[in-house]
């Protein structure tokens, strides 16, 4: 519970002269400071928050004291040596505010971040729900930081801290879960699990900007930020929706309203409306409406609506009513439809597309598109349609830097989401991204190193643990050895940055994943795996945390001896045959090999390599993953060339 002592009075008197100057936003305490949290053991702790400047702020917990003076803008920051692990403790803060938290408890406090597969919530993945039922832990605690850009430092953590039930770990991170309920019942040390993640994000998103500004491919979207800084506004995080407050016509004229008149609007259909429109080649933004009639009582149960494959954005209303938005071409519309947006009778369907190529637009069959009843009957959408060009953006008209309509502008996550919990006291991070960086795969490990140097900078507590999921199988299996793909080589950046960073670790998933999923269901594994390297580095447990991973390359007549650390229990092989491993020799041309394990080492030749001088393994998108050890983890992919 939270409670308000007697001065509540004075601090409500406070809190009036803070609205009138402007500062009411600001709180007394920090949110990341609550009712239910983790204190860090073992190391200084600080709490802070903003009061009147020179107000003195008293913090008491389990008879441990701290003082602290506002400074002249109002921050508070107040440090002591925490009590023991456990708990639970009750919190004390005290001045022109007094407040008590109680349930504090002591132990560990784990940062989670990265992009969707961090986000993923625990009920949506494999045996998910089973699970959740029986998620009780009370020394397991959960933040949840909302999703918030930054154009600059934010200060205050949108979220607050919970206990774990099975009522608020649903839509909490799976991997965090997993990971801190493992480390919890082998070592009994509360788990703090603060998750900062957002779906869709590339690295540069959670950095520095000054780090950022000393790189040359971020000049521009830092610029461009800036500018929109000045402008003042919205902070998305991301170029497309500043692009529309600016240029879109149709937004501003309320096009997508349920009433907006469009008799005067030319008639189309949504397949040929780019080129009925005047613009069939060049990028413009063309917004379409239609009216719907609907059976009367309507069916029950959930409608959708489909649309298919879209290039490149679009954003859909129905009677005025926001729908959805995208601007992943290759995943196809299906925004579900609120329970009280459709009525019996007509419907008004208004549809926003951003075309940039000349094929652009709706590029799904005719037949595909429509509107899904709940009881499974459709409604189809090709047919009469209403349209109008609300931008034709054909030079010199500016476009955005990007399409993407979530947080994708470098260093507006960093800004929003991590710069507001320093100077928490951490034990260390987790780290599950990569996918938003494979089109440019070569830059990723200078991002990710300078990325954990920028939150070690920022939280002021040394080179705390950082371990690192590497990314799991994903998209169709090549039949042909050699090919390098984004995927792979986001793989290889992990690693080399785990190997080359101080108290950086990585978690091997490439026995895990689904090949027509981004978003695998399956993240035990992942989560327990960065377990071990916790229990192994930071608990000093006697457990095996990696699997066989590369050491050296011994040349032997028509073959090659492969050496490896993490060896221990043995090699072992899961699945039909050892595989899958490529050779090549100095013609740098790559084959499949025959491999054999020879004690820890694998040897491996192929017919076509009279004298192999490079070795592959698993060395695709979507590899067999058939080496591991005697403590069931998998071997790493790697290559021992550097062509």
């Known amino acids: 519970m939270i409670r308000l002592l007697p001065t509540v009075i004075l601090a409500f008197v406070l809190c009036a002269r803070l609205l009138a100057a402007g500062a009411a936003a600001l709180p007394f305490v ?51 040596n925490p009590p023991p692990a456990g708990g639970p403790y009750v919190l004390k803060i005290d001045g022109p505010q007094s407040v008590e938290f109680a349930d504090i408890l002591v132990g560990d406090v784990w940062l989670c971040s990265g992009q969707s597969n961090m986000e993923y919530g625990l009920a949506r993945t494999l045996d998910g729900e089973a699970v959740v039922k029986t998620a009780t832990h009370p020394s397991i605690r959960l933040f949840r930081v909302s999703t918030k850009s930054a154009y600059g430092a934010a200060a205050v953590p949108p979220g607050q801290w919970q206990q774990c039930t099975p009522e608020t770990i649903g839509g909490f991170s799976a991997v965090a879960f997993y990971f801190g309920r493992k480390i919890n019942a082998e070592t009994g040390v509360p788990v703090g699990l603060i998750q900062a993640a957002v779906g869709g994000t590339p690295a540069e998103t959670w950095m520095d900007p000054e780090t950022l500004r000393r790189m040359p491919d971020f000049t521009a979207a830092l610029t461009e930020i800036d500018r929109l800084k000045t402008r003042g506004g919205e902070q998305y995080g991301n170029y497309i929706s500043h692009w529309y407050d600016e240029f879109d016509r149709g937004q501003k004229e309320g096009w997508g309203n349920e009433t907006f008149a469009d008799s005067a609007w030319k008639s189309t259909t949504l397949k040929t409306s780019f080129a009925d429109l005047g613009v069939p080649e060049t990028p413009a933004v063309i917004w379409l409406r239609r009216e719907v009639d609907l059976p009367d009582p309507l069916p029950a149960g959930g409608a959708k609506i489909l649309l298919g494959v879209v290039e490149k954005m679009d954003t859909v209303f129905i009677n005025g009513r926001w729908i959805g938005a995208s601007s992943w071409v290759e995943n196809p519309r299906a925004y579900a439809i609120g329970a009280d947006v459709l009525r019996p009778g007509k419907n008004v369907v208004a549809i926003r597309v951003l075309k940039t190529k000349v094929d652009g637009g709706f590029t799904t069959p005719a037949a595909e598109l429509k509107l899904a009843l709940g009881d499974g009957s459709a409604v189809a959408l090709e047919g009469a349609w209403k349209a109008a060009v609300s931008v034709d953006a054909r030079a010199p008209h500016p476009l955005p830097l990007g399409y993407e309509n979530y947080p994708t502008m470098p260093s507006v996550l960093f800004q929003g989401m991590i710069r507001p919990l320093v100077p928490l006291a951490l034990t260390g991070a987790l780290w599950y991204q990569g996918e938003a960086n494979q089109f440019k795969p070569q830059v990723y490990r200078a991002l990710l190193t300078a990325m954990i140097a920028d939150w070690r900078a920022a939280f002021g507590q040394g080179d705390f643990p950082f371990y690192i999921a590497s990314l799991p199988l994903y998209m169709t299996r090549r039949t042909e050895p050699g090919a390098f793909d984004g995927w792979t080589r986001i793989r290889e950046a992990q690693a080399q940055t785990a190997q080359t960073v101080p108290h950086a670790g990585i978690a091997i998933t490439v026995d895990t994943g689904e090949a027509g999923d981004i978003h695998p269901k399956l993240k035990q594994p992942v989560g327990e795996r960065l377990a071990l390297l916790a229990l192994k580095n930071v608990h000093g447990r006697a457990v095996v945390s990696a699997g066989p991973t590369f050491a050296q390359l011994e040349q032997l007549p028509g073959a090659l001896r ?44 192929a017919p076509a390599v009279a004298a192999p001088v490079a070795v592959r393994y698993a060395w695709q998108s979507n590899p067999q993953a058939t080496l591991f050890n005697g403590a069931g983890l998998p071997a790493a992919p790697f290559r021992s060339d550097d062509w």
């Open 30 to 80: 920090s949110p990341i400071i609550g009712e239910h949290m983790v204190l860090q053991r073992d190391k200084p702790n600080r709490v802070w928050g903003w009061t009147t400047p020179g107000a003195e702020v008293r913090v008491e917990i389990a008879g441990i004291t701290a003082k602290a003076v506002a400074a002249a803008d109002g921050r508070w920051q107040a440090e002591f």
């Open 562 to 605: 492969i050496h490896f650390s993490g060896t221990e229990g043995g090699l072992v092989v899961q699945g039909e045959k050892l595989a899958e491993f490529s050779v090549a020799g100095a013609d740098r041309k790559w084959h499949w090999a025959e491999a054999r394990i020879e004690g820890d080492t694998v040897v491996v030749s």
